[in-house]
């Protein structure tokens, strides 16, 4: 499968504690973005990589939340402190630099209780 | 403000009939890019079609058109021949200024469609 991946694809975890997620893009895909989807609404932009250069956050992205893109190819995405709030569907996608077209993973789903 | 606007949370279809999928944005940038995907059930967002804001002809992707109508800054999807398998949720997403940065997109908030049998 080549298509992008991500890790876990769900997460239970309790308030207060940190979780981590991973993503790996389509291999020869220079860009890699982060989005977060709650429940009825679409995808909401958090953050982007261009190779391992984060270029772009989104005011989304409180001090809590850190990503990173250390070789660019894989992406970490933390967060640390978790809150209810937190609760939502953390999807990833990546794209050439000169594509039309963005491609998702089937995202990680979290759950903090 | 809300730069992406799908009216219909819902939407029903008769399998084998056509369904259009409404979608209106708001920019001013004259260089922009406009996005369909679908989310089934299992969450993977799958890009179905892109037009751009230069593009002269509206956009079409076997099944999937896009009935792009600028000065009313109108983005609609068009699906015919509709199959049980579409079912899903469809969003509508635009991607402002040049360049071709293909994942920086706002998303609408989505219309679930299902296909009757």
């Known amino acids: 499968d080549t298509g992008v991946s991500q890790d876990p694809r769900h997460k239970i975890t309790k308030r207060g504690q940190n979780v981590t997620f991973r993503c790996d893009p389509i291999s020869e895909h220079n860009r890699l973005y982060w989005y977060r989807q709650t429940l009825g609404q679409g995808p909401e932009f958090l953050t982007y990589f261009q190779n391992e250069a984060q270029l772009e956050k989104s005011r989304l992205l409180s001090d809590r939340f850190s990503a990173e893109r250390p070789k660019g190819s894989f992406s970490t995405l933390e967060i640390q402190r978790t809150e209810q709030g937190d609760s939502a569907m953390y999807l990833c996608?990546?794209?050439?630099?000169?594509?039309?077209?963005?491609?998702f993973g089937q995202g990680t789903r979290l759950t903090v209780v | 403000a809300q730069k992406i606007t799908q009216t219909q949370p819902g939407m029903f279809v008769q399998e084998k009939e056509a369904v259009t999928l409404d979608c209106t944005y708001d920019?001013?940038?004259?260089?922009?890019?406009l996005f369909w995907y679908k989310q089934p059930s299992s969450g993977e967002m799958i890009f179905l079609i892109y037009q751009g804001s230069y593009d002269q002809q509206n956009a079409t992707e076997g099944r999937y058109s896009l009935n792009f109508q600028k000065a009313r800054k109108s983005a609609n999807l068009v699906i015919s021949a509709s199959q049980l398998g579409d079912s899903a949720m469809y969003f509508c997403?635009?991607?402002?200024?040049?360049?071709?940065?293909?994942?920086?997109?706002?998303f609408g908030d989505g219309t679930t469609l299902t296909v009757k049998p």
């Open positions: 997403a635009m991607r402002e200024g040049q360049g071709t940065n293909a994942g920086k997109s706002t």
């Open positions: 996608a990546s794209s050439s630099f000169w594509g039309t077209e963005a491609f």
């Open positions: 920019t001013s940038d004259p260089s922009y890019g």
